[in-house]
């Protein structure tokens, strides 16, 4: 199974799924040494691991299709990972009891704690899926502001929150949040410190581009981090690259024909 190097690629690519009919989900974390048993149960229970010919005969036979993704949670020996289906017939529906429609503004699809997948109005009549942060999220980066302005001595903290905030990922949910952050940055800084913010970047984040990365083998992330390390690093980034991203190119190409 190929992870694929960048998560913006990885959110990039639970997007796709959604738009092409994967709608129903359940996640959670797994302990890096449990992961593969986690795969092969899923490739028994749903058949994750399907090609394009067999969804294809499945979708005609009226059974849903699953797709299977995983990524290292940060600073973690975990993975989060995401099982999607679309409709259809499935023993999913008996079997995973919270799984639920990715509308469900209840239980929406999550990145952790820190972003979730919704649909945005776009400029066209058809709704957008993209990825925000969650309102939990949203909410621990005005405090951290509100903190950093009213109660630090120096500038450098709120610097730092500024840097970090414009560095998130460039999704449209995530840019438009950003932009209310860096106007709630200026509002309590005038009110507290009564003073011009001069330090403000004007732009947001640069729109995430639609690409490919290069894909690793989950068995040496396995191993990496049982061990301590990082999940990636550069060696493995660009390491027999154009293979590994030539695959993983193929693989999302084939999911198109559920």
């Not at 109660?151 to 840019?175: A, C, E």
């Not at 990082?230 to 084939?254: G, V």
Request: hydrophobic share 40%.
């Amino acid at each position: 199974m190929l992870i694929p190097v960048h998560k913006t690629t990885m959110m990039q690519t639970i997007t796709r799924a959604i738009v092409q009919g994967y709608i129903w989900h359940i996640s959670g974390v797994v302990h890096a040494e449990r992961a593969v048993g986690l795969v092969q149960k899923f490739e028994t229970l749903y058949g994750v691991n399907s090609t394009a010919q067999q969804r294809w005969r499945g979708k005609k036979a009226g059974r849903a299709s699953a797709r299977l993704f995983l990524f290292p949670a940060n600073r973690t020996p975990n993975f989060f990972w995401w099982l999607l289906f679309t409709d259809g017939e499935t023993v999913a529906r008996e079997r995973e009891h919270d799984l639920a429609l990715v509308t469900d503004p209840r239980k929406r699809l999550t990145w952790g704690s820190e972003f979730e997948s919704v649909q945005v109005s776009g400029q066209t009549k058809q709704a957008q899926w993209t990825w925000r942060l969650t309102p939990k999220r949203l909410d621990e980066w005005r405090l951290a502001i509100k903190t950093a302005i009213r109660h630090s001595q120096s500038d450098g903290q709120i610097k730092f929150l500024v840097s970090r905030y414009q560095r998130l990922p460039g999704f449209r949910g995530v840019r438009e949040q950003v932009s209310y952050l860096r106007h709630y940055t200026k509002s309590e800084w005038v009110r507290t410190r009564r003073g011009e913010c001069n330090f403000l970047p004007k732009n947001n984040p640069p729109y995430v581009r639609l690409r490919s990365s290069p894909g690793v083998e989950i068995d040496l992330l396995i191993d990496r981090m049982l061990a301590g390390l990082p999940p990636f690093s550069d060696e493995i980034r660009f390491s027999n690259a154009d293979k590994a991203q030539a695959a993983f190119i193929a693989a999302e190409d084939s999911w198109g024909d559920k």
